[in-house]
Nanobody, 118 residues
Framework: QVQLQESGGGLVQAGGSLRLSCETS????????INWFRQTPEKGREFVGR????????EYADTVKGRFTISRDNAKNTAYLQMNNLRPEDTAVYYCAAGAARANMEYWGQGTQVTVSS
């Protein structure tokens, strides 16, 4: 059974940092893209970024580029989303999703809330 579990969310002031983790089990982690999304009632689901299993290349949405960094530790079956210089508009529930193909989200985590106060 494949499971993805996000952690590390919380309340932070604008300008602060958080690191989210996406711990996985039940899949060959090193062969999967790991994607990060966020969701709010107002904006719906928004792509944040992804890390490839091929040379760990990354992609980011323009809204987070330069502030967020995605990494992975294949030995721990875990991916990370380092979020710096957070803004109130980054407030959302953050989800990780895994897929064997670049734009294919096969498995999702339950999400973790990030709240950025102004």
């Amino acid at each position: 059974q494949v499971q993805l579990q996000e952690s590390g969310g919380g309340l932070v002031q604008a300008g602060g940092s958080l690191r989210l983790s996406c711990e996985t089990s039940g899949l060959t982690f090193s062969a999967y893209y790991i994607n990060w999304f966020r969701q709010t009632p107002e904006k719906g689901r928004e792509f944040v970024g992804r890390i490839s299993w091929i040379s760990d290349s990354t992609e980011y949405a323009d809204t987070v580029k330069g502030r967020f960094t995605i990494s992975r530790d294949n030995a721990k079956n875990t991916a990370y989303l380092q979020m710096n210089n957070l803004r109130p508009e980054d407030t959302a529930v953050y989800y990780c999703a895994a897929g064997a193909a670049r734009a294919n989200m096969e498995y999702w985590g339950q999400g973790t809330q990030v709240t950025v106060s102004s």
